[in-house]
Each structure stands twice: as C-alpha cells, then as structure tokens.
C-alpha cells in the first residue's frame, strides 16, 4: 500500500474530525484562526515571562547562597498552587505542571547565575 506524503494541513479548510462531547464548543471555523489567537496569546506569556524574570531577578537580592536561590519548599507551593488553578481554570493540569516545572527550572538557573553576579551589601562597593 503506498503512503501519500505528509503535508501540513490546510489552515483555511473546514474542520475534518469533531470532538464526540456534545458540551464542546467550537472557537474557530479554521485552522488559521486558531493559530491566529494562539500567537496572540503566546505574545501575552512572553511577556507576563518577561515580568515574571524581573520579579525572579530582585527576589536574588534577598538571598544568601545557591540553596535559598533554588527553595525546593517555595517550588513545591508553587506546583500545588498553579495544579490548583489550572484545575479551577479548565487547564489541562498535567501541562501546567509541565510548563511550569521546566519554567521554574530556567529561572533558577538564571536566577543563580544573577545570584553569583552580586555582592554581600556588607562588602565595600
């Protein structure tokens, strides 16, 4: 039996499978529409990250080493809390914990490398 190529799908063609939910509803009439509002939402998180690393970048100052950089309890609060929403909100839990245990570990990287870059304020400027 021959396979046909695989090609992207048409954005601007109707749907081809229907979801058997009856209490689903449908946002879009096509694909482009769909992706429309997803880069319009993916321009709000780049910049709520963005707000969120400046946050991160001054929570440096009031830290003593590496260990309270990373705050292992901290990151637990934060996974319950935002699993906790996610399942209030309607988002898909297993995906905010994803998103945001890979989020949490980038910021804690960069947050230990801001760390390593400032001075006790006790030292001579």
Do not use: W
């Not at 901290?74 to 996974?79: G, I, K, Y």
């Amino acid at each position: 039996m021959a396979h046909e190529p695989q090609t992207e799908p048409d954005t601007h063609a109707p749907p081809l499978r229907r979801f058997i939910d009856p209490a689903y509803v449908p946002l879009c009439e096509n694909l482009a529409q769909v992706r429309e509002h997803i880069d319009a939402l993916d321009a709000q998180i780049v910049a709520l990250l963005a707000e969120r690393g400046r946050y991160v970048k001054d929570a440096a100052r009031f830290k003593r080493d590496a260990f309270q950089v990373s705050a292992p309890q901290r990151q637990q609060q934060v996974f319950d809390k935002v699993r906790q929403l996610a399942e209030q909100t309607g988002a898909y839990p297993e995906v905010v914990d994803a998103c945001y245990r890979a989020m949490v570990a980038g910021f804690i990287a960069r947050e230990q490398r801001d760390h390593l870059e400032m001075k006790n304020i006790e030292e001579n400027p």
